[in-house]
């Protein structure tokens, strides 16, 4: 169990960039999670996915927001035109099943200037 | 749209004292799981509990599930510099597959 990694852990990009982030699962999880956190919040869903299927997307999402996982592995997601109010840590969780608990990843912390 | 509710949002206490967290809701959740979470890191699991007036002890915590799974409650005996952090609370919904998360305690003890 090598956890969950994800890349970059910072990022600061100027607005109106897209920026795109990796997200490696525990390899046997088959659902695999999109949250949005920010300083002293609780995770604010975003999406999941189970294998490659995007399976719930957030309405607080949005089209400058997109996921994929196109094996049913490692997943992407990617921020186009950023604003500065996308200024937020990323965080990418797996899970066995629906029931299982989240394994989360360190993050990855995006600063818009 | 289902809201968990954690209070107090933040709390500061000395060591050795207890504390209790709250975490509330007006939906009922098929579970409720607890993390803790430390600046720059990913949250962490404590417990998951399953079953409505369920009690789970690890350790000082102690976690108790509402009975009629809508609440839920961590507390902390004689509290540690080491049990600083952000505490979650997690609701899984009798219906779809995403959780649903509290906005955090974030706990000082200080020594």
């Known amino acids: 169990d090598t956890g969950v990694s994800q890349d970059p852990r910072h990022k600061i990009t100027k607005r109106g960039q897209n920026v795109t982030f990796r997200c490696d699962p525990i390899?046997?999880?088959?659902?695999l999670y999109w949250y949005r956190q920010t300083l002293g919040q609780g995770p604010e869903f975003l999406t999941y996915?189970?294998?490659?299927?995007?399976?719930?997307k957030s309405r607080l999402l949005s089209d400058r927001f997109s996921a994929e996982r196109p094996k049913g592995s490692f997943s992407t997601l990617e921020i186009q035109r950023t604003e500065q109010g996308d200024s937020a840590m990323y965080l990418c969780?797996?899970?066995?099943?629906?029931?299982?608990?989240?394994?989360f990843g360190n993050g990855t912390r995006l600063t818009v200037t | 749209t289902q809201l968990l509710e954690q209070s107090p949002q933040f709390l500061s206490i000395q060591e050795g004292e207890n504390l209790t967290v709250y975490c509330n809701s007006s939906?009922?959740?098929?579970?409720l799981q607890w993390y803790r979470q430390e600046p720059g890191e990913g949250p962490v699991l404590l417990v998951t509990?399953?079953?409505?007036?369920e009690v789970k002890k690890l350790k000082r915590l102690t976690f108790q599930f509402g009975d009629a799974r809508k609440d839920s409650s961590l507390h902390i005996t004689a509290a540690q510099t080491g049990d600083t952090g952000l505490y979650l609370c997690?609701?899984?919904?009798?219906?779809?597959?995403?959780?649903?998360f509290g906005q955090g305690t974030e706990l000082s003890v200080k020594p």
């Open positions: 969780a797996s899970s066995q099943t629906r029931d299982s608990p989240l394994h």
């Open positions: 390899s046997e999880h088959n659902r």
């Open positions: 996915f189970q294998n490659e299927a995007q399976l719930e």
């Open positions: 939906s009922v959740f098929s579970s």
């Open positions: 509990v399953v079953t409505g007036g």
């Open positions: 997690a609701g899984l919904p009798n219906q779809g597959g995403k959780l649903i």
